[in-house]
């Protein structure tokens, strides 16, 4: 009989992993990158929806987020899991945009092809993706995206009104899949710059530095989305220290925002001690200090 309450906190434990993805959080975290005077800025980071057409709940939360009034909202990547998403990815992320509020993205590894099941353990030993033809027509998700008020930086720099301040605002194609050409966008920064990528590779943070972008935001890793607690993430699935694998740092590459997203792999549909999010970024001006709420 004593042996009942192991057996149920066993099973407890061995479910939550598939039950922690149903329960999205938002955070908000403090970036003192602002030059002085500015007044503050609010942006939305949200990354790695990996929609399929029967996540209607997870629309219906993402289009809520209007209610924290940003001045502009950024997604890093990895929006669907199949062109049979397309439609519903731009009336979610349209919701965002319907105001007038911008929006910018960039693509992800998974934007451009359908997940494919992966190896025993693969996820773990990480290395680079397996080599196959793209299947999902991207651009096409673009065009609808675009009609609903939305920029895609895919090697692009361009200065946007954000909360009536110019900002600079420099995207990159994924660097997992060795599509990133930082070079079409290097040059320094003119004003106020921030970095847009997916995949937070270390040799394109400091690209983002050296061009004077004071903040980068990123995906791809999922927060690791498995963590063991007082260990952290067990890999970032690129060559960032797992200590960056999400949140707000400051490091190699200068500040870095990683969300750890709100989706996964329809074939690795887990999450452990690393809760599907969003991030709502108060920029401030430098003086002040860094603080998540």
């Not at 004593?2 to 407890?12: E, N």
């Not at 899991?81 to 693509?107: C, K, Y």
């Not at 690129?238 to 329809?266: F, I, K, M, Y």
Request: overall charge positive.
């Amino acid at each position: 009989m004593r042996l009942r309450p192991l057996f149920a906190a066993g099973a407890a434990l061995g479910a939550w992993p598939f039950v922690e993805p149903h329960f999205p959080v938002v955070r908000q975290v403090s970036v003192p990158v602002l030059p002085p005077g500015w007044a503050p800025l609010r942006l939305l980071h949200l990354s790695d929806l990996h929609l399929l057409p029967r996540h209607t709940r997870m629309s219906a939360w993402i289009r809520d987020l209007v209610v924290h009034e940003p001045d502009l909202v950024v997604s890093t990547g990895d929006h669907v899991s199949s062109a049979d998403a397309f439609g519903l990815l731009a009336d979610t992320l349209g919701a965002l945009t319907a105001d007038g509020t911008p929006g910018v993205l960039v693509p992800g590894n998974n934007d451009y092809f359908t997940p494919v099941r992966p190896a025993p353990l693969g996820y773990l030993k990480g290395g680079p993706p397996r080599r196959r033809k793209a299947d999902l027509p991207w651009d096409r998700a673009v065009g609808l995206l675009a009609d609903r008020g939305w920029t895609d930086l895919t090697h692009r720099r361009t200065t946007m009104q954000v909360g009536g301040r110019p900002v600079v605002l420099t995207g990159t194609d994924d660097a997992h899949l060795r599509r990133d050409r930082y070079g079409l966008v290097a040059g320094p920064v003119q004003g106020f710059g921030i970095g847009v990528t997916h995949t937070p590779q270390r040799a394109l943070l400091r690209s983002y530095q050296r061009d004077g972008h004071a903040l980068v935001l990123a995906g791809h890793t999922h927060g690791g989305q498995l963590r063991l607690p007082g260990a952290g993430p067990l890999v970032t699935n690129c060559d960032l220290q797992r200590s960056r694998a999400r949140g707000l740092t400051r490091g190699e590459g200068g500040w870095l925002h990683v969300s750890a997203g709100l989706g996964s792999s329809p074939y690795l549909p887990v999450r452990f001690c690393c809760r599907p999010e969003v991030t709502v970024l108060d920029l401030v001006p430098q003086a002040a200090r860094a603080g998540v709420r």
